[in-house]
């Protein structure tokens, strides 16, 4: 069973940068789509990113387009949220996922309901 695991999260003050990492627990050569999506205090999980399977296409939620980019390393199964710019409104917790099914709609591909695998999370502070 593939895992997720987050990391790179922590405090950091407005205009600061992070760089959010997501490992998987087996190897695998399937590719999947992978996103990072995020929980703010108050607000549902929202999708921040995603990224198709050879990293080739991405897209990116239109409240943090041009301060944060997603990316991958397929040889080290590793996903990537580069987040710069960063602002208070950014606080929460970011988790990455996965489609397993290789199903998902590109459409949908901001959608929580479009994967199936998710990690646990990590806590991103941004404060004023």
């Known amino acids: 069973q593939v895992r997720l695991m987050e990391s790179g999260g922590g405090s950091v003050q407005a205009g600061g940068s992070l760089r959010l990492s997501c490992s998987t627990s087996?190897?695998?050569?399937?590719?999947?789509?992978q996103g990072w999506f995020r929980r703010r205090p108050g607000k549902e999980r929202e999708g921040v990113g995603a990224?198709?399977?050879?990293?080739?296409?991405?897209r990116m939620a239109d409240s943090v387009w041009g301060r944060f980019t997603i990316a991958r390393d397929n040889a080290d199964n590793t996903l990537f949220l580069q987040m710069n710019s960063l602002k208070p409104e950014d606080t929460g917790m970011y988790f990455c996922?996965?489609?397993?099914?290789?199903?998902?709609?590109?459409?949908?591909?901001?959608?929580?309901?479009?994967?199936?695998?998710w990690g646990q999370g990590t806590q991103v502070t941004v404060s004023s």
């Open positions: 996922a996965a489609d397993l099914s290789r199903k998902l709609d590109w459409n949908n591909v901001l959608s929580p309901t479009s994967y199936n695998t």
């Open positions: 087996e190897f695998t050569s399937t590719k999947y789509t």
């Open positions: 990224i198709s399977p050879t990293g080739t296409t991405i």
